[in-house]
T-cell receptor, first 117, second 112 residues
Framework: DGGITQSPKYLFRKEGQNVTLSCEQN?????MYWYRQDPGQGLRLIYY???????QKGDIAEGYSVSREKKESFPLTVTSAQKNPTAFYLC????????????????FGPGTRLLVL | KQEVTQIPAALSVPEGENLVLNCSFT??????LQWFRQDPGKGLTSLLL?????REQTSGRLNASLDKSSGRSTLYIAASQPGDSATYLC???????????FGSGTRLQVQP
């Protein structure tokens, strides 16, 4: 069964603590993304990666970091520098640069809800 | 910078009614437009993708149209059911930007 998994479903962060959200995909996709969703709002891009060992900042990267050591995995770390981390975090993947950009869709994981203690 | 707007923010209709959700975008140079469904506390499920060269796409009771020149898309849901209750998000893919730009969504409630 191909898809994207995110863990944990809920995560609690203490002040000053770094926490890491997991995202794994078995779709053989090259591109992966992290979005943040706040209540009543659309998704905003944090980071994305088009290929292993490469990633770019999105619109709201401050206070976050990522790595892409394996094609299947794209973990997101929420650092203590992120002052307002409470949100719903969604990971997505897509096939990546293929010359058929018009047909490309993104597939989403079930999300991780991050709360601050 | 691309901006995507969805109206209305929330909608409540009786079961069986046909309804239209609206999405507008500011830059018409897009690769495609997608409609997603999001249930509370869940991820996004892709409903329809309309390529820039297409005018509409249909899937079951859903029909999405795209008018690039006016920067608008509509999602038409026929014979609505309580199971259609969810938030519907519109997103566009721009050339030169790999990620999607999302609207804030329309929260739909279908009353039995």
């Amino acid at each position: 069964d191909g898809g994207i998994t995110q863990s944990p479903k809920y995560l609690f962060r203490k002040e000053g603590q770094n926490v890491t959200l997991s995202c794994e995909q078995n779709l053989n996709h090259d591109a992966m993304y992290w979005y943040r969703q706040d209540p009543g709002q659309g998704l905003r891009l944090i980071y994305y990666s088009q290929i292993v060992n490469d990633f770019q900042k999105g619109d709201i990267a401050e206070g976050y970091s990522v790595s892409r050591e394996k094609k299947e995995s794209f973990p997101l770390t929420v650092t203590s520098a992120q002052k307002n981390p409470t949100a719903f975090y969604l990971c997505a993947s897509s096939i990546g640069p293929s010359g058929q950009e018009e047909k490309e869709t993104q597939y989403f994981g079930p999300g991780t809800r991050l709360l601050v203690l | 910078k691309q901006e995507v707007t969805q109206i209305p923010a929330a909608l409540s209709v009786p079961e069986g009614e046909n309804l239209v959700l609206n999405c507008s975008f500011t830059d018409s140079a897009i690769y495609n437009l997608q409609w997603f469904r999001q249930d509370p506390g869940k991820g996004l499920t892709s409903l329809l993708l309309i390529q820039s060269s297409q005018r509409e796409q249909t899937s079951g009771r859903l029909n999405a149209s795209l008018d690039k020149s006016s920067g608008r898309s509509t999602l038409y849901i026929a014979a609505s059911q309580p199971g259609d209750s969810a938030t519907y998000l519109c997103a566009v893919r721009d050339p030169g930007r790999r990620a999607l730009t999302f609207g804030s969504g329309t929260r739909l409630q279908v009353q039995p």
